[in-house]
């Protein structure tokens, strides 16, 4: 999911499918992934996150996977529901740096 | 427990007009921050707190300054607004120690 422009890019799935939500991360050195969700009009919401000693995390329909080599993070969700239209953000950091830079963002489209 | 409130919602504003956006916690986080998010572009950082009477700069702080004087408040002054200040405006919060931001709802700010 790289930026084009102004616009963000957007991932449709079908109701009851797996999705996948890429990023790729630019600071070699961070060592702390988090994933957020925007819903329309709303602050970014907390899904999961990943410490840099981990490659994978799993949580309640949700799993991150982090590949350190080619600084890339993805978000699977399983299952994915209508509620889960939103768009997609990671974010890394230096653990307790209290500085954090986030991506441009994908877009999810649940289509019923 | 109200988590971050912003304030205004929405905004319009003239060029050279000056305003402060608000943002009140009540979790009594150390952290606080001002975040603009533009089309495309995901966040970007304006400026953090760490503690009452600490601030320091993000990625964009020019044309924006913030106080802290008590750790529930933490707003974010314009003082002579410019059209590439449109924009939405999310505040967000952690317990130092944590790595979970809590965002505000937003403000989106017009300037004409």
């Known amino acids: 999911g790289e930026s084009v422009g102004l616009h963000l890019p957007t991932l449709s799935v079908q109701e009851g499918d797996n999705s996948i939500i890429n990023c790729a991360y630019s600071n070699s050195a961070s060592d702390y992934f988090i994933w957020y969700k925007q819903e329309s009009g709303k602050g970014p919401q907390f899904i999961i996150d990943i410490r840099s000693n981990m490659d994978k995390r799993q949580g309640q329909r949700v799993t991150v996977l982090l590949n350190k080599t080619v600084k890339h993070l993805s978000l699977q969700i399983a299952a994915t529901q209508p509620g889960d239209s939103a768009v997609y953000f990671c974010a890394e950091t230096l653990y307790n740096f209290n500085k954090f830079y986030f991506g441009s963002g994908t877009k999810l489209n649940v289509k019923p | 427990n109200a988590g971050v409130t912003q304030t205004p919602k929405f905004q319009v504003l003239k060029t050279g007009q000056s305003m402060t956006l608000q943002c009140a916690q009540d979790?009594?986080?150390?952290?606080m921050s001002w975040y603009r998010q533009d089309p495309g572009m995901g966040l970007r950082l304006i400026h953090y707190s760490v503690g009452a009477g600490i601030t320091d700069q993000g990625e964009v702080p020019n044309g924006y300054n913030v106080s802290r004087s008590t750790t529930e408040d933490f707003p974010l002054r314009l003082l002579s607004a410019a059209p590439s200040q449109t924009s939405v405006y999310f505040c967000a919060s952690l317990p130092l120690g944590d790595n979970v931001l809590t965002f505000g709802a937003g403000s989106r700010l017009t300037v004409l």
């Open positions: 979790m009594n986080h150390e952290y």
